[in-house]
């Protein structure tokens, strides 16, 4: 949809509003979606909401399912300060009474704010920004400042026309599982 909006008559007029359980249901990463609205500037609204890969369109509770996910998405629409309404494009379970609906409203709201501190502890952690530190290093010449876990358009722009020694790249550990377990220790709430 990108690709179309730049070859409509108004393409400022038209922006996209992508939905998690959309790009989750065949298995994508709906952060990446999201990454590529808010670097072209059209990142207009945004439905979030839980969903198994795979299956029909479920529209769950956001946060009820893949937390990892959910997370990265909070954390890229807050390091990112989109100013946007968060809309919850889901639904209570048939079987919920109107408390039980409420409930599920709430919830959803509860779950996108414990992200977001999450998100806050993420950043505050030290072993975590010393292993993002290293990875800011990898070449052997420094690319600090490109490789900030923040989102930006400038960033992203300066690190694709960077040119990268792939040798030494390929060579070398980047502590990914690490970092991996320290995310998943944050979530688990034992950081």
């Given amino acids: 949809m990108l690709a ?16 998690t359980a959309h790009e989750q249901m065949p298995g994508l990463d709906f952060s ?41 998405l909070v954390k890229l629409l807050e390091d990112a300060e989109w100013p946007g309404m968060r809309h ?7 079987t919920e009474d109107e408390e039980g609906v409420w409930d599920f409203a709430y919830y959803s709201m509860r779950s996108y704010l414990i992200l977001k501190e999450k998100v806050v502890r993420f950043h505050a952690d ?16 420094s690319v600090d400042g490109l490789a900030s876990t923040a989102y930006s358009a400038k960033t992203a722009s300066a690190l694709k026309g960077h040119a990268f020694d792939l040798a030494p ?8 599982e690490r970092l991996d377990q320290l995310v998943t220790e944050l979530l688990l709430g034992i950081r």
């Fill in 4 to 19: 179309f909006i730049y070859t409509l008559d108004h393409p400022e007029m038209v922006g996209l509003n992508p939905e």
């Fill in 32 to 72: 990446h979606a999201v990454g590529q609205a808010l670097e072209a500037g059209k990142l207009f609204h945004i439905d979030l909401n839980g969903q198994k890969p795979g299956r029909y369109d479920q529209d769950l509770r956001f946060g009820s399912e893949d937390q990892k996910g959910a997370f990265f």
């Fill in 88 to 94: 919850f494009d889901s639904h209570a379970y048939r």
């Fill in 126 to 141: 030290a072993e975590i920004t010393d292993i993002l530190k290293t990875l800011a290093h990898l070449d052997g010449a």
């Fill in 169 to 176: 790249l390929r060579s070398q550990g980047y502590r990914y």
